[in-house]
């Protein structure tokens, strides 16, 4: 960020910590209906286009660290085999032989020269052509080059790998948009992976993954671990293109550290990262599963995973700088305990009420969901998944209403003009 854009966000902070009422100009958010947690019609409309049609992380760099290694991958609900080709390329297809329809890969990782199918034997290369056949005599006139492996889109974001199985879908950085000129000073494209763990939660992912989304919760869920450290009333909310969109909120003292920040001197610092992130929650969310702080020593992305209507897998990774060619930092993950069986005090207290709210919504008195100014972001996310599947295609009672306009997708904020006509008004009042 230059300076300019600092000054703007420190301005936006003591906005938000001195406005007694939303923005002027912010709309009424009407309820969320409350089906959207809870009827199946809208989980497989949501299953259908929103997890088909979007950029998924999938995997880093460091699970595929050479050619010829593969790695399958299946959290949106189809079969893919990530596999690192002799060209440097990681490709991506349907894990599925042109032949018969067996696997090609069932081991959950490896390394192989080629892929083989061990059902009957089809080898292809790992940029998916079919190489070879058993008993080629026994085919008239099969012709391989009509028989590659189906192909998932596949693109990296440094060394992040994301795979999306929309054929029309824009390329992955127009789907990040701004956000991908912001991430550049914390360097992916040097990141290595430090932990990754897997948790099931028994709640719809929505229902865990908004508990990240806004500091709304932090009084009430985290009143020793994250609001003696976070000043929540300065929280500066930001609505991006796609759905995404950023959190930024300062410590209780302007100069300290972000609340999420860990000191430890085995870590190298991201020497490019700058002042907000390094004195302020800097957190994003990606459309439509990744919400992460991201600070100048951990990148850390929490993806959230349907699992079914009624429960959910939450994927933790930790993200350190490159440390080079000496051994990992014995740092584990971020967001577990050190041995990786449990989440970290902060996650707990956000997943604690996780089966005790989805059963709550599922019962007659869940008639919807009222959301505040600063949890937009959770409406800006519903609206764009509306668009994503297509308004027309959602029962009407399950829609919601597009009331958060352009005017509000950055860079356009309305609370800039209402901070400069303010200011106005307080000079000729002075004068």
Not at 33 to 58: C, N, V
Request: with cysteine.
């Amino acid at each position: 960020m230059n300076q300019q854009e600092i000054a703007e966000l420190r301005a936006l902070m003591e906005y938000e910590a001195n406005r007694t009422e939303p923005p002027k100009a912010f709309p009424d958010l009407p309820d969320l209906p409350a089906g959207r947690y809870t009827d199946p019609r809208f989980y497989e409309l949501e299953m259908e286009h929103i997890w088909q049609k979007s950029w998924l992380l999938a995997a880093h760099i460091d699970e595929l660290p050479e050619p010829g290694c593969f790695r399958l991958w299946d959290n949106a609900g189809q079969p893919v085999v990530l596999v690192h080709a002799e060209s440097g390329h990681i490709n991506a297809f349907y894990n599925t032989c042109r032949h018969r329809g067996a696997p090609i890969v069932t081991e959950p990782e490896g390394k192989r020269p080629r892929l083989t199918c061990k059902y009957h034997g089809w080898s292809y290369s790992h940029d998916g052509e079919l190489l070879a056949v058993r008993d080629p005599e026994d085919f008239r006139d099969l012709d391989f080059s009509c028989r590659s492996l189906i192909k998932v889109r596949c693109e990296r974001f440094g060394n992040l790998i994301f795979v999306n199985f929309d054929d029309e879908a824009p390329t992955l950085l127009e789907w990040l948009g701004p956000i991908a000129d912001e991430w550049k000073e914390f360097q992916f494209d040097k990141c290595r992976l430090s932990g990754k763990h897997i948790f099931d939660l028994p709640c719809n992912y929505k229902i865990a993954m908004e508990a990240n989304t806004e500091v709304y919760h932090v009084p009430s869920i985290h009143p020793k671990t994250v609001a003696p450290a976070l000043d929540h009333r300065r929280n500066v909310n930001t609505l991006y293109p796609n759905g995404h969109g950023r959190m930024i909120a300062p410590g209780k003292k302007m100069d300290a550290p972000p609340a999420y920040e860990v000191k430890d001197d085995n870590i190298r610092v991201i020497d490019t990262v700058g002042e907000i992130a390094r004195t302020c929650t800097q957190s994003y969310g990606v459309f439509p599963n990744w919400v992460s702080p991201l600070t100048h020593t951990r990148l850390p992305p929490l993806l959230f995973w349907p699992n079914g209507i009624d429960k959910c897998r939450l994927e933790t990774w930790t993200l350190l700088h490159d440390w080079g060619d000496g051994p990992k930092p014995d740092i584990g993950d971020f967001w577990t305990t050190p041995d990786g069986s449990e989440l970290n005090a902060v996650l707990q207290e956000d997943t604690q009420f996780a089966a005790f709210i989805q059963k709550s919504m599922e019962s007659k008195g869940f008639k919807g969901v009222p959301l505040s100014y600063q949890e937009a972001r959770i409406y800006h996310w519903n609206q764009n998944a509306d668009r994503m599947i297509g308004i027309d295609n959602i029962p009407p009672e399950l829609r919601v209403e597009q009331v958060i306009g352009e005017e509000w997708i950055y860079p356009n904020d309305p609370r800039i003009d209402e901070m400069a006509e303010n200011e106005k008004a307080q000079r000729r009042d002075a004068g």
